[in-house]
């Protein structure tokens, strides 16, 4: 039946309200069910009418019908595979490797896909309407399962028992059956396998395979942040085995293949607490009077054989992990503490690239190759800094060596910095431990020019060495090569940074030839003001990760044109790569496969990630555990975040950083000025920005989530809410927003 002019005029209406609806809900599919619920639509008739409504737009291309019978709007959706990154109970992002922008899909519309799962995605590029231009979509298919192992402290009852897991990324907690719990006690930390995963209103299910001990002792918690970033703690027996029967004397024979040094003066530098010395530095001054110095690796190839054990062991690991009380090695004990490390006064097996420096710090020649060296000395450097600082009379007949290194290192640096590379100094913590693990102070890590000059020297070896083999064919397809690549800042994250960093009074450009220049302006800019660790950061976070790949694309942040990781095939799978790699082409090898490199690459890459974030659970553990001790104690600290919900304030040397919450700050009303990155009291007026120096203490500590509650006592050098922090800005109030602005770091 046909409708009179002003019915489908009253319909075209309603259909125009129905698709605004679907294409501001483009994330998700509705049944007609839904849509009479969203319309509040009760009466028989109507809904009659809403059923012609959404069948004319499927009809007419503007909704699709899907198979279960649901519609959805038709955004330009397609099908991409990712994983689920999990950022909170109420959404998610799919990270599809090789596009710019991640997928956001509604917790909903999982579909039961967790954190780390592979997945297919319907996604649909975003709507014109939409202030963002991320696509959203929702998952139609988990591939892969990321683990189904899950760590967490496990509540027993007579009946059942449920698990509480560690992991900020697992929202729900896991039921166990009574007879299932392997003898562990209430609040045991454990790890429970999932044998049945949840669905909507129901929990998953799982048993407890592994208990670890008491929830809140030091050896227990360390174990639980291994396990819950899927990083083992033992070598297998098989793995052992094979490592203790490895011969430890170097034979005539071996030496004979190799270049000589030993009685070339060598030495390390190390931390004051390191096992593994898997770098030396030789210097000798040659007859023409240049400076020859070698840069000597630990032979790790050598004694693990592609295929062997060892290596599979090796490369499952991909990286040593370095927690704040252990060190869990890439390597067996017996390998990365004794038979590769460089030891003084022994005889150890090198692979080395040494170089011929002239008067003005200019290399005049290069050779790379395998040799055998004897460390004389072993420096912490806190004992090279005392002689890089030593202004009396001479008593120690490395000083001169020492000093001539770094006054070379320091020529290296420049020249670096003068070619684009970008100066990032990130703030690091250590902790003083007792003999049960609490930490009894926290001291920031000083880098000093003992440090530097070893970073100059590795930095080089490990640029020289991937330029030498890209070199070696002189047309396309180059030789193979493991690089560790670092590309340019995404342009977005560049200007959003930019926009960020002129609240401040700071230029930073978007110009891409421009960007180091500036980056280092502003750094420089920065030095010693309150903004300078707000900036820091955020310039960090809009930089790219560094990865390994097989594609020659160069390092951003180093401005090298080539650069691979050479010097620490102790503790990283990609340098015993690069080590073989380098050998088959001085023995004159053709250029191997890409295909099965790039993957060995890409895993390196991602196991590299798991342990830093490990690295950074435990180092979290142990701020929130220190503080624990110092609750009563008033401390300074600068703000360095701020959120609808409150704000985070980093406590001066420790780096320890907690949350002020907005419901404790009791004076006055605060809005979130999302647009100036602060909060504004509604009647005060008074401002709280990043940057701002402000005296806290400890509210509540919760070691089991790994976060600190703080108090605002006053500003800094002020009493309580200091009454100059109504002070008014040139920037105008802008409404309150669940933004949350960025913090962290990223290494390079």
Avoid at 13 to 32: A, I, K, T, W
Wanted: proline share 4%.
């Amino acid at each position: 039946m046909g409708r009179n002019p002003k019915e489908e005029k009253f319909f075209q209406g309603l259909q125009q309200e129905v698709l605004d609806f679907f294409e501001l809900n483009d994330y998700r599919s509705y049944s007609l069910n839904q849509i009479h619920k969203a319309f509040a639509i009760r009466d028989r008739k109507t809904k009659e009418i809403y059923g012609d409504v959404l069948n004319r737009l499927a009809s007419d291309g503007r909704l699709i019908r899907q198979e279960d019978g649901n519609f959805r709007f038709d955004n330009e959706s397609f099908v991409v595979e990712g994983r689920v990154d999990h950022v909170n109970s109420r959404f998610a992002f799919v990270v599809v490797e090789g596009e710019g922008k991640d997928i956001w899909v509604a917790t909903a519309d999982l579909n039961n896909a967790k954190d780390g799962d592979r997945v297919r995605v319907q996604a649909r590029k975003p709507s014109e309407k939409k202030k963002n231009d991320r696509p959203e979509g929702e998952v139609i298919e988990i591939l892969e399962r990321g683990s189904t192992d899950v760590v967490g402290v496990i509540q027993v009852t007579p009946h059942y028992a449920f698990l509480i897991p560690d992991s900020k990324k697992i929202y729900e907690d896991i039921y166990v059956p009574r007879t299932e719990v392997m003898g562990a006690n209430h609040l045991d930390k454990v790890i429970v396998e999932v044998t049945r995963w949840g669905s909507p209103g129901k929990k998953a299910e799982g048993r407890v395979i592994k208990v670890l001990g008491k929830a809140g002792e030091n050896e227990t918690e360390m174990h639980s942040i291994l396990a819950e970033f899927g990083l083992p703690y033992e070598f297998p027996a098989d793995v052992e085995y094979m490592a203790e029967s490895i011969n430890t004397s170097i034979p005539k024979e071996e030496i004979k293949k190799r270049r000589d040094m030993r009685k070339v003066l060598s030495f390390t530098i190390d931390p004051i607490d390191a096992k593994d010395f898997d770098d030396a530095l030789s210097y000798e001054v040659l007859k023409n009077g240049n400076v020859e110095i070698g840069v000597h690796i630990a032979d790790v190839s050598h004694y693990v054989k592609p295929g062997s054990l060892l290596d599979q062991e090796a490369y499952k690991r991909a990286t040593s992990v370095y927690l704040v009380d252990r060190v869990v090695p890439m390597l067996p004990e017996k390998l990365s503490n004794g038979l590769c490390s460089l030891r003084p006064n022994e005889d150890k097996l090198t692979f080395s690239a040494v170089f011929e420096f002239d008067t003005n710090g200019v290399i005049l020649k290069e050779w790379f190759g395998r040799t055998v060296i004897h460390s004389d000395r072993r420096f912490a450097y806190e004992q090279a800094q005392e002689l890089i600082e030593h202004t009396g009379e001479v008593t120690d007949s490395y000083e001169p060596i020492i000093k001539a290194l770094n006054q070379l290192a320091h020529k290296l640096r420049d020249a670096r910095f003068a070619h684009g590379s970008v100066n990032f100094e990130t703030a690091e913590v250590r902790f003083e431990l007792d003999a049960d693990g609490k930490p009894i102070a926290v001291h920031p890590r000083v880098r000093k020019d003992a440090h530097k000059l070893i970073e100059e020297f590795m930095l080089l070896a490990n640029k020289r060495v991937a330029t030498y083999v890209h070199d070696l064919k002189k047309t396309d397809p180059r030789n193979t090569m493991v690089y560790r690549v670092h590309e340019a800042p995404d342009p977005e994250k560049l200007r959003v940074f930019s926009t960020f960093a002129k609240k401040f009074g700071y230029q930073v450009t978007t110009e891409p030839k421009q960007v180091s220049k500036s980056f280092n302006a502003l750094m420089e800019s920065i030095e010693g003001k309150g903004e300078e660790h707000v900036l820091q950061s955020l310039a960090v976070r809009t930089m790219s990760k560094a990865r390994y790949s097989t594609d020659a694309i160069g390092h951003f942040g180093l401005a090298f044109p080539f650069y691979s990781h050479f010097t620490s095939p102790i503790r990283r799978y990609p340098d015993v790569m690069t080590h073989r790699l380098l050998q088959h082409y001085l023995d004159g090898g053709a250029s191997p496969e890409r295909a099965p490199l790039e993957i060995q690459c890409k895993h390196s890459s991602d196991r590299e990630k798991l342990a830093a974030d490990a690295e950074r659970a435990s180092i979290k553990y142990k701020q929130v555990e220190y503080m624990s001790l110092h609750e009563p104690q008033i401390f300074d600290g600068i703000i360095t975040g701020v959120t609808e919900f409150g704000l985070f304030v980093e406590i001066g040397d420790t780096s320890c950083e907690g949350l002020v919450r907005m419901v404790d700050l009791n004076d006055d009303f605060y809005d979130l000025d999302k647009d100036n990155y602060r909060i504004v009291g509604k009647s005060n007026g008074r401002v709280f920005t990043f940057g701002d120096a402000v005296k806290v203490k400890v509210r509540d500590t919760n070691l089991a989530k790994r976060t600190i509650d703080l108090e605002m006592v006053g500003m800094r050098g002020a009493g309580a809410y200091a009454n100059n922090r109504s002070r008014k800005r040139d920037m105008p109030r802008g409404a309150r927003s669940s933004k949350v602005i960025p913090r962290g770091k990223r290494r390079r």
